[in-house]
Antibody, heavy 122, light 112 residues
């Protein structure tokens, strides 16, 4: 069955970077876009961007441009999201989410990782 | 960015009664292919969101038929026919056609 397993919780100081991993199994990793979505404590969902695993192509929300980098390692079916210059308001649960469409012009998520809590605190 | 507005903010429902959630988008979600790219997710407490409905009215695998979606253009509704205890959580709509992808603010459903 499809599974997305994310790395564990992180505590970072302001200004640092964090890299979250998302290991996919149960399907062909390169066949599906992977998105990243975050959720601040008690808040709603915020889309950060996607990566196309077969090419490494990315598309980031403008809000995160310059601070986020999405990469992948196809040999181990794993996607990564790195966020730099962390601030306290980056404290959130970060989710990876699989996109079943493969279209490149419309998107949604049919499977989600379990989430990774990133806490930014001095 | 497309703004997705959900109402109500919260809903307290008697088991077995129905519930409706509204979602309005600031731009049409109808594509030239004739499909409308509006999705519904449910996030149960402490869990990741799970897909309920895609393209307005299609239920995802395993979603009970007491869930139904309707609407067109910019106005959409999720209806739960007879609410059960397992339906509690926060419901989100999402538009899937304009980047950045955006979500409604969420509707919290709990039981009376």
């Amino acid at each position: 069955q499809v599974q997305l397993v994310q790395s564990g919780a992180e505590v970072k100081k302001p200004g640092a970077s964090v890299k979250v991993s998302c290991k996919a199994s149960g399907y062909t990793f390169t066949g599906y876009y992977m998105h990243w979505v975050r959720q601040a404590p008690g808040q709603g969902l915020e889309w950060m961007g996607w990566i196309k695993p077969n090419t490494g192509g990315t598309n980031y929300a403008q809000k995160f441009q310059g601070r986020v980098t999405m990469t992948r390692d196809t040999s181990i079916s794993t996607a990564y999201m790195e966020l730099s210059s962390l601030r306290s308001d980056d404290t959130a649960v970060y989710y990876c989410a699989r996109d079943p469409t493969g279209s490149g012009w419309y998107y949604y998520f049919d499977r989600w990782g379990q989430g990774t809590l990133v806490t930014v605190s001095s | 960015d497309i703004v997705m507005t959900q109402t109500p903010l919260s809903l307290s429902v008697t088991p077995g009664q129905s519930a409706s959630i509204s979602c309005k988008s600031s731009q049409s979600l109808l594509h030239s292919d004739g499909k409308t790219y509006l999705y519904w997710y449910l996030q149960k407490a402490g869990r990741s969101p799970q897909l309920l409905m895609y393209e307005v009215s299609s239920r995802f695998f395993g979603v009970p038929d007491r869930f139904s979606g309707s609407g067109s253009g910019t106005d959409f509704t999720l209806k739960i026919g007879r609410v059960e205890a397992e339906d509690v959580g926060v419901y989100y709509c999402m538009q899937g056609i304009h980047l950045p992808l955006t979500f409604g603010g969420g509707t919290k459903v709990d039981m009376k």
